[in-house]
C-alpha cells in the first residue's frame, strides 16, 4: 500500500505551495484515484511522492520510503506523461532496453507486448505511434518490471471510451492481483467508474477521502441525456412544468440538440416529449458530474459521438407515442459493446420509460452498474517474474550497448566523420607544410580539434544528453540516475567507440592519400608509437570529456561545449603554466623510469609508461586530463548531494 504523510511543495516566491499538507492511502488491492482540475496539485503530490521534487512530506510504499528501496522499479512502476524514450527507437528495442536497465530477461519485453496488444507495432518507431498506441507501450514500460505498485498520472488523457475502457481494464485486473493502483484524473465520471476510492484535490488540499460509492453518492449528481431536434422547445415546455409543479429541475442546453436534465427521470422527460409529440432521439440516465459548469463538456463528446446524418442514432428513436426500438451499439469486432459512460439506457416502450425512481436510488443503481470486478472479466496480464536477477557489472553495460546501437544517430555521425576526415586529409595534402601526423589525422593546424575527436566528444555527450532529453533508462522515476555503474558502463561504450572512429579515421585517410598521391604520403612515422598514444587519448579523453559534462549540465550542447573549451580555453592556460619560469626541468624522465623498474616489465611495458607520460606533458593532453579530472569530480559531487537529498 502506499501511505502519504504532510506532502507539502516548497512555495515559489509570494506564490503558495502547489500541494499543501496533503495526506492519504492508497491500499493494496484497489484502484486510487487522485480527483482534481488543472492546477488542483495532482502531478505535484505524485512528483513530491516519488522524490523527484523538493518539499516537505514523506510517503511510504509497503512501509519504505523510495530511497530505501535497492530496485525502485520493481517496487513501483511510474507513468508521468508521454512514454520516455527517443523517437527514433523501436517498440521492441526500447522494451529490450529497458529490460537491461531493470535486469530482467529479454523475453519480458515480448511478454508483455503481447498482454498490451503490441506485438505487430514492435518494429514500428516510437515517434510514430498514435496516442492510444503510446498509452499501450507506457503501461507495457511500466509492467516490465513486475512492480507491485502502479503510479500514473491522467493515463486516460486524450484517450478514445475504448481505449479507456481498456486501460481501466489493466488496472483493475493489476489491483485483483493484490497490487496497489494510483492514478490521477481530471474527469468525475471517470473516477467513479474506475476506481475503488477517490481523493478530491482543490487547490492543493485534500477536500474529500471516499469510497468512489460514496463519491458518486455524494458529489455526483445524476442526470438525463436527452437528444432531439426539438432540443430548445423540450426545454421550455421541462422548465415550465417543473415550475408549475414546484419540483427543482435544471436544464441545461448542451449544444446543438443535446440537453441534460438534473433532478428528473427519464419518465417525466419522455412523459412530456409523449403529451406534445416531440420527437427524442436518445433518453438515458447517466452520471453526470457536479454540476453545470463544474467541468469541460469534452469528455462526454469524446465518449458519445454525435450522429452524423442519414444514420441511426446510438440509442434507438423514441417517437412522440412513445414506440421505439432499442438498438445496441457494438464494437468493432461485432461484439457488444457496453455503455460508455456507464449509463443506464432507459427503455422505449411506454412502460418500461415510466419507471418511477427517485434520485438516491437512481445514483445508488447507476454507481452499482460500473464496470464487473469480477476476474473473469478482466485481461489478462504478463506472468510474474518468480527468479529476482542479482545485481550484475555487466547489466549496465549491456543497457548501454542497446542504448546507442538502438538509433542510428552514432552510426551517422561515426559516417559523417569519416568523409570529412578524408576530404580534409587530401586537400591538405594538395596544400602541403602538413606534418605526417597531423595529415593522416586530417587536423589542420588552424582548427582546435580534428573532425574524429569532435565526433567522438559528439557521441559522448548524447550518451547522457538524449536520455535527459528522452528519459529511457529510468522510467521507475522519470528521471536519470546517477549511478557509477551506469558511468562506468558509459565510459566503457564511449571509449570503445572513440577507438574505433580513431582506427578507422587514420585508415580511411591513408587509404585515399594512397590512391590520390601515391606511396609517399602513407608511410608510417619513425615515432608512431607515441603519436598513436597521443592520438588515442585525444579521442578518448573528448569522448569522456562529452560524457562527464553532458552528465552534470544534462545537455547535449553543454557536453560538446566543454569538448570544444579544452582546446580553445584550457589548452592555452596550461600552456602558460608550463612556459612559466622554472627551476626544475623534466629532462630524462624516460631513462630515469628505467633506473627505478629494477626489472624489466615484459613485452617492454616501460616504453607503454612512457608513451602515457609524454601524452600526458603536451599542453593538449595535460589539458585533457585536468578538464576530465574536474568533471569527474563534479560529476561524483553531484551524485553525492543527489543521495544526501
Known amino acids: ?53 523538493q518539499g516537505r512530506g514523506i510517503t511510504y510504499f509497503r512501509g519504505r520510503p523510495l530511497h530505501r528501496i535497492s530496485h525502485p522499479s520493481r517496487e513501483v512502476g511510474v507513468l508521468l506523461g508521454g512514454v520516455p524514450g527517443h523517437p527514433a527507437r523501436t517498440v521492441r528495442g526500447h522494451l529490450r532496453m529497458l529490460c537491461a536497465a531493470a535486469g530482467v530477461a529479454v523475453r519480458r519485453a515480448d511478454e508483455v507486448l503481447e498482454v498490451v496488444g503490441l506485438v505487430s507495432l514492435r518494429d514500428e518507431r516510437l515517434g510514430t505511434l498514435s496516442r492510444g498506441m503510446d498509452r499501450r507501450l507506457g503501461l507495457a514500460c511500466v509492467l516490465l518490471s513486475d512492480p507491485h505498485t502502479l503510479v500514473l498520472d491522467e493515463p486516460a488523457d486524450g484517450l478514445s471510451a475504448r481505449e479507456t475502457r481498456w486501460l481501466h481494464g489493466m488496472l483493475r485486473a493489476h489491483a485483483a492481483q493484490g497490487g496497489t493502483v494510483l492514478i490521477t484524473a481530471a474527469d468525475p465520471k471517470e473516477v467513479a467508474r474506475s476506481a475503488d476510492r477517490v481523493v478530491s484535490l482543490d487547490q492543493g488540499r485534500v477536500v474529500a477521502d471516499q469510497p468512489a460509492a460514496d463519491f458518486a453518492r455524494t458529489r455526483l449528481r445524476p442526470r438525463v441525456a436527452v437528444r432531439s431536434p426539438h432540443a430548445a422547445r423540450l426545454a421550455a415546455l421541462l422548465a415550465k412544468e417543473a415550475r408549475a409543479a414546484h419540483r427543482s429541475v435544471e436544464v441545461v442546453r448542451e449544444g446543438g440538440n443535446r440537453l441534460s436534465v438534473y433532478g428528473g427521470t427519464c419518465a417525466d422527460v ?19 458530474d457536479m454540476g453545470p459548469g463544474a467541468g469541460s463538456e469534452a469528455d462526454d463528446d469524446a465518449e458519445t459521438p454525435e450522429e452524423t ?49 427517485s434520485a438516491p436510488a437512481a445514483r445508488t443503481a447507476v454507481s452499482a452498474s460500473r464496470a464487473p470486478r469480477t476476474l473473469d472479466a478482466l485481461p489478462s496480464l504478463p506472468p510474474p517474474i ?34 570529412v576526415s578524408a576530404v580534409t586529409a587530401v586537400l591538405l595534402a ?58 562506468v558502463a558509459k565510459l566503457v561504450v564511449t571509449a570503445a567507440t572513440a577507438v574505433a572512429l580513431a582506427f578507422l579515421t587514420v585508415g580511411c585517410d591513408a587509404e585515399l592519400l594512397y590512391l590520390v598521391y601515391g606511396r609517399e604520403l602513407t608511410q608510417v612515422p619513425a615515432d608512431w608509437f607515441s603519436s598513436s598514444a597521443s592520438w588515442l587519448g585525444l579521442v578518448i579523453g573528448c569522448a569522456w570529456a562529452g560524457v562527464l559534462a553532458a552528465g552534470v549540465f544534462r545537455s547535449t550542447t553543454a557536453g560538446l561545449a566543454a569538448v570544444v573549451a579544452v ?33 624489466q616489465w615484459p613485452f617492454g611495458g616501460e616504453r607503454y609508461l612512457v608513451a602515457v607520460a609524454r601524452v600526458l606533458a603536451q599542453p593538449v593532453g595535460s589539458a585533457l586530463a585536468l578538464s ?18
Not at 441 to 460: F, H, K, S, T, Y
Not at 628 to 645: D, G, I, N, S
Open 270 to 288: 419522455g412523459e412530456t416529449a409523449f403529451r406534445h409529440g416531440i420527437l427524442v432521439h436518445q433518453l438515458a440516465d447517466e452520471i453526470g
Open 430 to 487: 594538395r596544400i602541403g607544410h602538413t606534418p605526417q601526423a597531423r595529415l593522416l589525422a586530417a587536423w589542420p593546424q588552424q582548427v582546435p580539434l580534428p573532425p574524429a575527436a569532435l565526433g567522438a566528444g559528439l557521441i559522448g555527450a548524447l550518451a547522457f544528453g538524449d536520455e535527459f532529453r528522452h528519459p529511457a533508462l529510468a522510467a521507475d522515476r522519470g528521471t536519470v540516475p546517477r549511478r557509477l555503474g551506469l558511468l
Open 567 to 599: 582546446p580553445v580555453i584550457v589548452v592555452p592556460l596550461v600552456h602558460k603554466v608550463l612556459e612559466g619560469p622554472s627551476a626544475r626541468t623534466a629532462a630524462g624522465f624516460p631513462l630515469r623510469v628505467r633506473e627505478v623498474l629494477l626489472m
Open 1 to 53: 500500500m502506499i501511505q502519504a504523510f504532510g506532502l507539502t511543495s516548497n512555495p515559489r516566491k509570494d506564490l503558495p505551495p502547489a500541494v499543501d499538507d496533503i495526506s492519504f492511502e492508497a491500499r493494496a488491492g484497489q484502484v486510487t484515484a487522485l480527483l482534481g482540475s488543472a492546477g488542483a496539485g495532482k502531478t505535484t503530490a505524485l512528483r513530491l511522492m516519488l522524490e523527484l521534487q
Open 386 to 419: 518468480s527468479v529476482r536477477s542479482a545485481p550484475s557489472p555487466l547489466r549496465p553495460l549491456r543497457y548501454e550497448i542497446r542504448r546507442a546501437a538502438g538509433i542510428s544517430t552514432g552510426f551517422l555521425i561515426a559516417a559523417a566523420v569519416l568523409v
Open 628 to 645: 576530465v579530472t574536474v568533471l569527474l569530480c563534479a560529476y561524483l559531487f553531484t551524485t553525492l548531494r543527489a543521495r544526501v537529498r
Open 309 to 357: 446524418p442519414g444514420t441511426e442514432p446510438s440509442r434507438g428513436a423514441v417517437d412522440a407515442r412513445g414506440t421505439g426500438t432499442e438498438q445496441e451499439r457494438s464494437a468493432p469486432d461485432g461484439s457488444p459493446e457496453r455503455p460508455v459512460a456507464n449509463r443506464e439506457a432507459s427503455s422505449t416502450d411506454g412502460t418500461a420509460a415510466s419507471r418511477p425512481e
